[in-house]
């Protein structure tokens, strides 16, 4: 992705560009590699190594690996067919007109081939090597972004990112089935708190690249309702995201490493989305309160999950 929340690791303090692992690759691979949104997979995929961890159950490393193979894979698949269908609407808009689709580096056929082989590989090796409802809960979750998002929602409602969020979200509890064959209330509450981080998380950057969406005739919430109804529901989805967060500790199923680090991130995090919720700032340039909260929403994610293994392994 072209603008980052992240601060740039591999440049030096000198300013000298030293190129980065993706920038060494040949053209092509690279233009492959763009296709699958490879810097929001580092977290898709977070959550899933997280879930898989925390279920402690011993699993054999290779089947272990294979599994988050297959998760990296597949949400990488559906990235894929994401930019395969929408390669107009990225186009349109600054942040994504130098994609490998509308750039004209690659031609849609490839795209589409890519993703459809992407996906039915990382399936089918799921189902095979380790069970069959990690691969049903992987297809499910490929299906959801690609079809429910991405076609059906994307262009018609601003309900969309709260409706396909839940793509993003089931790869804890596709971490967890692989490692345990089962579903329990632990990745139950972790799909829950990435469904509900989602919405926070995506309106706060929607409202400073309004303009983009506009121009490209996305009906995203700051388009439609305008500002202050966003701001707005920046703060309700907060609210049970914030209880969700914490649950697992006073339900018993992590311990206080866990709890804590969750109170004080999602305090952080509340005071944030308040900032948010209370500014009129209408100049997109300055809203500073919303930069602030989607970088923190990515690193409070990281954390979150993060101290859940620590907590399982450790408490
Ligand atoms: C429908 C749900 C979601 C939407 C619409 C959405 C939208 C976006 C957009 C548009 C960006 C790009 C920001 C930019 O280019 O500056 C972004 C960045 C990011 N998203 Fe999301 N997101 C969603 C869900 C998720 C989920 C579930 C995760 C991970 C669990 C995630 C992780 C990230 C990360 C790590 C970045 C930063 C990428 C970078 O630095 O370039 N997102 N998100
Ligand atoms: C296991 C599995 C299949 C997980 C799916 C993970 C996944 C790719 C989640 C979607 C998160 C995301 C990048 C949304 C971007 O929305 P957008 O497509 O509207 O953003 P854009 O404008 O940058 O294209």
């Excluded at 690659?106 to 380790?130: E, I, K, Y």
Aim: hydrophobic residues 55%; positive net charge.
């Amino acid at each position: 992705m072209a603008s980052s929340a992240y601060p740039d690791l591999t440049a030096p303090a000198d300013g000298a560009v030293v190129p980065s692992p993706v920038a060494a690759m040949p053209a092509e691979w690279r233009d492959f590699v763009a296709l699958c949104k490879p810097r929001v997979l580092t977290l898709v995929v977070f959550t899933g190594l997280c879930g898989m961890l925390a279920a402690r159950v011993p699993i054999h490393p290779v089947l272990g690996f294979t599994a988050i193979l297959c998760i990296t894979l597949g949400a990488g698949a559906a990235g894929a067919l994401n930019q395969w269908y929408e390669a107009d609407l990225d186009a349109k808009m600054k942040r994504t007109r130098n994609r490998p689709l509308p750039a004209g580096r690659m031609d849609r056929q490839s795209a589409l081939h890519f993703g459809v082989g992407l996906a039915s590989f990382s399936v089918l090796l799921m189902g095979l090597a380790v069970n069959l409802l990690a691969a049903g809960i992987l297809t499910v979750s490929i299906w959801f972004y690609v079809l429910i998002y991405t076609v059906w929602l994307k262009r018609r409602t601003p309900q969309n990112i709260v409706i396909g969020g839940a793509a993003g979200a089931f790869p804890a509890l596709i971490g967890w089935a692989a490692a345990t064959g089962r579903v329990d209330l632990l990745p139950v509450l972790l799909f829950a708190l990435v469904f509900l981080w989602t919405p926070p998380h995506f309106w706060a950057l929607s409202l400073y690249v309004k303009t983009d969406y506009a121009a490209a005739g996305v009906p995203m919430l700051p388009v439609v309702a305008g500002l202050t109804v966003t701001r707005t529901q920046v703060l309700l989805y907060t609210v049970p995201m914030s209880i969700t967060a914490i649950a697992p500790w006073p339900l018993g199923l992590t311990g206080a490493i866990y709890g804590v680090v969750a109170c004080l991130f999602t305090a952080v995090f509340a005071a944030m989305a308040v900032q948010v919720a209370v500014s009129r700032e209408t100049d997109q340039a300055a809203m500073k309160p919303e930069r602030r909260l989607f970088a923190f929403s990515i690193l409070y994610l990281f954390v979150l999950f993060g101290a859940l293994v620590v907590d399982r392994f450790f408490a």
